[in-house]
């Protein structure tokens, strides 16, 4: 079990966004905005195709976490949800993106939303109707971090009811809650901003909020001669 579980950590841990912009840019994405390195900080950095092309390797690389683990421990739930929650706790503190700064050591990485889904969706994959409703949400409210945690907590829903009908067992449920828990703590920088008027917006509400250039006045034309 401990070789399941430290793939699951080792899987997680993979920096898709990093590798996606320094591909695209040359630039290291950890210096960039917030130094995260997920769908978007990423695409604040490096476009928004970048930022969706992370997203999408986050959300595969927590589903293939938690299939690896469904594979190898058929029948032995909670072997999948401990698993599933490694990869979050990768994606957050990768091992690949240790750093030493002033004698300290830490590990860099997300928030672990999309992660977090894409271990859901292969936990049951109903979860995958979360995606829209984020997305949607995302679109309206434009904040990243309140979706990424409303996101987190309508998947638990979602596992709490199929738990409840039988589908999947309640073990799944607890993933749910240690996930929503990782995506919370490595949001609390965001969180504080939200509180202080602070938070940047993405999407179609950040150009909403741009300020307009302003229109030149035309030249004065010049009097004949």
């Known amino acids: 079990m401990g070789a399941i579980l430290a793939s699951a950590y080792l899987i997680g841990s993979i920096p898709i966004g990093a590798v996606v912009v320094r591909l695209s840019t040359g630039k290291n994405v950890l210096h960039e905005h917030s130094g995260r390195t997920g769908g978007t900080n ?4 490096a476009g928004a195709w970048a930022g969706l092309l992370t997203a999408i390797g986050d959300l ?3 589903a293939a976490a938690v299939t690896l683990a469904q594979s190898l421990a058929p029948g032995q739930p909670w072997v999948h949800v401990s698993s ?5 706790l990768g994606h957050n503190h990768s091992i ?9 050591v830490r590990l860099r990485g997300g928030a672990g939303g999309a992660t977090a889904l894409g271990c859901g969706i292969a936990l049951s994959p109903i979860v995958a109707w979360v995606v829209p409703v984020a997305l949607l949400v995302l679109y309206r409210l434009g904040y990243a971090s309140v979706t990424t945690l409303l996101a987190g907590a309508l998947m638990t829903v979602v596992l709490a009811v199929e738990a409840n009908a039988g589908e999947v067992p309640w073990a799944y449920v607890a993933y749910g809650v240690a996930a929503e828990v990782l995506v919370l703590l490595a949001l609390i920088p965001n969180l504080d901003r ?11 509400r950040a150009r909403s ?5 302003r229109a030149k006045p035309a030249p004065l034309s010049q009097p004949k001669a």
């Open 209 to 213: 909020q741009r300020p307009r250039a």
């Open 60 to 62: 595969l690389k927590g």
């Open 194 to 204: 939200l509180r202080r008027g602070e938070e940047r917006l993405v999407g179609w």
């Open 42 to 45: 990423v695409m604040r950095t």
């Open 84 to 88: 599933g929650a490694l990869a979050v």
């Open 96 to 104: 690949f993106l240790l750093e030493r700064t002033q004698g300290r």
